[in-house]
Antibody
Framework: QVQLVQSGAEMKKPGASVKVSCKAS????????ISWVRQAPGQGLEWMGW????????NYAQKFQGRVTMTTDTSTTTAYMELRSLRSDDTAVYFC?????????????WGQGTPVTVSS | QSALTQPASVSGSPGQSITISCIGT?????????VSWYQQHPGKAPKLMIY???KRPSGVSNRFSGSKSGNTASLTISGLQAEDEADYYC????????????FGGGTKLTVL
């Protein structure tokens, strides 16, 4: 079955970076893209950006431009999201989700989520 | 403040129908038939319930339906069941320099 399995919880200090992985299985990786969505404690969903697993094209929300990098490794069918210069308001659960190959559209399925805590 | 506007909460009794609205603009909901809806139970990852306004993924109950009129999308759940109690989020592709995907703030559905 189609599945996305994310890396484990992270605790980081302000100013540090975090890199979250998302291992895909059960489908042809390069036929789809991956979007990243985060959810702060008690808050709603926030789209961060998308990467095509086909050609590595990216589309980032302006809010994260310059601070986020999304990549994929087709040999291991794994997507990565790196967020730099972490602040306390980056504390959230980060989700990856399978998306369309050509552009961000709809997300199915989702990974289990990776809690990231930013605290001094 | 979220780009799409949803009611904070709705409620209904088992067997009833409820509708959750999602108000956008001519740059997102009104421009594209790319509205999706997600169900999220506490502590769980979201689940796709509706995509491209009204399409249901395989495995999603036909009690869930979606529609759109102008800048407003709607999710209707008929024959409410206890397990439908969850948070629901709408989402749309957007013609925007800030984000090409926008979410609503979420609606808490309570089954009385």
């Amino acid at each position: 079955q189609v599945q996305l399995v994310q890396s484990g919880a992270e605790m980081k200090k302000p100013g540090a970076s975090v890199k979250v992985s998302c291992k895909a299985s059960g489908y042809t990786f390069t036929n789809f893209g991956i979007s990243w969505v985060r959810q702060a404690p008690g808050q709603g969903l926030e789209w961060m950006g998308w990467i095509s697993s086909y050609n590595a094209n990216t589309n980032y929300a302006q809010k994260f431009q310059g601070r986020v990098t999304m990549t994929t490794d087709t040999s291991t069918t794994t997507a990565y999201m790196e967020l730099r210069s972490l602040r306390s308001d980056d504390t959230a659960v980060y989700f990856c989700a399978r998306d369309l190959r050509g552009a961000p559209n709809w997300f199915d399925p989702w990974g289990q989520g990776t809690p990231v805590t930013v605290s001094s | 403040q979220s780009a799409l506007t949803q009611p904070a909460s709705v409620s209904g009794s088992p067997g009833q129908s409820i509708t959750i609205s999602c108000i956008g603009t001519s740059s997102d909901v009104g421009r594209y038939n790319l509205v999706s809806w997600y169900q999220q139970h506490p502590g769980k990852a979201p689940k796709l319930m509706i995509y491209e306004v009204s399409k249901r993924p395989s495995g999603v109950s036909n009690r869930f339906s979606g529609s759109k009129s102008g800048n407003t999308a709607s999710l209707t759940i008929s024959g409410l069941q206890a397990e439908d109690e969850a948070d629901y989020y709408c989402c749309s592709y957007a013609l925007s320099s800030t984000s090409h995907v926008v979410f609503g703030g979420g609606t808490k559905l309570t089954v009385l």
